[in-house]
């Protein structure tokens, strides 16, 4: 191997552990970001397909700014599944900050529709959601940081009168 070709695959290591190193998520003062799915919106109720949008806020409690670069989720109304799917949206929630971001969900509750109607009969009472998935941060070598979020919903606060 010639001298030039081992100076240029020197100097290329030397220049990637210097972009690691100023990475500081991948020291231990790494602290998980906190995300909350804040709304859903329908945007098309078809018999055989429906299409949502969910709407997240991702919260950063670190001093440096950091690149999301997918989501993977699942969504549960009391234990049936209602969507589940990944995303590849990619954004930089700054250090300390806040960033919102929307996730298209496409699904067919056909198969649970009498199991809804039946919820949706007593539109006072609460029903349960659960939220479960896994956000991939980071550029080179990221970090998965699992979600979950449990709650309830009162289809009456949705129903136009």
């Not at 990637?16 to 109720?45: N, R, Y």
């Not at 993977?72 to 209602?82: F, G, I, R, T």
């Not at 649970?112 to 009472?125: G, T």
């Amino acid at each position: 191997m010639n001298y030039q070709a081992q100076m240029i695959r020197i100097i290329s290591l030397v220049w990637i552990f210097s972009l690691l190193s100023g990475c500081s998520w991948m020291t231990g003062s790494f602290e998980s970001p906190d995300v909350k799915l804040v709304k859903v919106d329908v945007v098309k109720a078809r018999l055989l397909e429906q299409q949502f949008m969910l709407h997240f806020s991702i919260d950063n409690p670190n001093d440096f700014s950091l690149p999301v670069r997918g989501l993977a989720y699942k969504v549960k109304l009391n234990d049936v599944d209602l969507a589940e799917g990944e995303s590849s949206l990619w954004f930089t929630v700054p250090a300390n900050g806040r960033q919102n971001f929307q996730v298209p969900v496409n699904t067919n509750l056909w198969r649970h529709m009498k199991y809804i109607v039946k919820l949706l009969q007593k539109p006072d009472q609460p029903i349960r959601y659960n939220l479960e998935g896994d956000i991939k941060t980071g550029i080179l070598f990221g970090q998965t940081v699992h979600i979950a979020r449990n709650g309830e919903i009162i289809p009456g606060d949705f129903i136009p009168e």
